[in-house]
């Protein structure tokens, strides 16, 4: 394309599927799905090869990372698979210790669009870590896409960790969260101002341990930090720091009357 600078240049960039695929081989990788008898050292072995061969391609373009970090990066990122599943195992044992629906870790690994997003979170957050450009952000934005929980990559999240529900669920880039933090639907942790000058500044808030943020909750800010073993209540809106094992939630009263004593129409149409 002409009158294009090359630095805009998509083919710079591995393609969007490209990154699928080896956030698929990641996966397989991480957690196989075997039958009792398969040989499970010859699968893993297998599905580790073939995340190497998916790095290959992935690494290969040079604005995703330098030459000379290739061979490093690879080598570094290959060895975190192992420490990744031990924390997202842990993320499992959690959801199935405290979500009463929960059956099984193999329910949860299957089928919990919660912790789908922290695995693929966990994924991206090395490369992150690593200073691969664009590729976490790419994964970070497909589990977006398939649960409506929005992590970016550059989030540090402890563990164990579990998002419940999920949808709507919104973490920025420098949130920092404890380990054993419950985050329901719907919740939060943003900046305060969008403000370009502030990219290299702590902007979204700090979470510590043993902390639950239910349903709607709102908390911003970089300077704001909830204290451990709090509970912070549904449709909250936060700004400021709140002291450990506190309780947050809003006073707010219910009416109901009998419909029979009613004599206006309450069926509106607008």
Known sequence: MTGLSKKFYLGDFPKNNDVIVFCKKLIA?????????????????????????????ILKFDAVIGKENKFNVKETYVESIKNIRELLIKDAEF????????????????????FFSIMVHRLSHKL?????????RMMSEWAHGKTGIDIHPGAKIGSPFFI??????????TSIIGNGVKVYQGVTLGAIAVKKEDATNKRHPTIEDNVVLYAGSTILGGNTTIGR???????????????????????????VINKLDKNEPINFVI
């Open 29 to 57: 990788c991480l957690f196989p799905i075997i039958s009792e008898n398969d040989p499970i050292d010859a699968i893993e072995k297998n599905n580790l090869e073939e995340v190497q061969h998916a790095m290959d391609s």
């Open 95 to 114: 959801i199935v210790a405290f979500d009463p629906a929960a059956q099984s870790i193999e329910e949860v690994i299957l089928s919990y669009p919660g």
């Open 128 to 136: 992150f870590e690593l200073n691969v450009a664009i590729v976490p």
């Open 164 to 173: 419940d529900h999920g949808t709507g669920v919104v973490i920025g880039e």
């Open 229 to 255: 073993d709090s509970i912070i209540g549904g449709n909250t809106w936060i700004t400021e720091s709140i002291e450990p094992n506190s309780i947050v939630y809003n006073k707010s009263s219910l009416n």
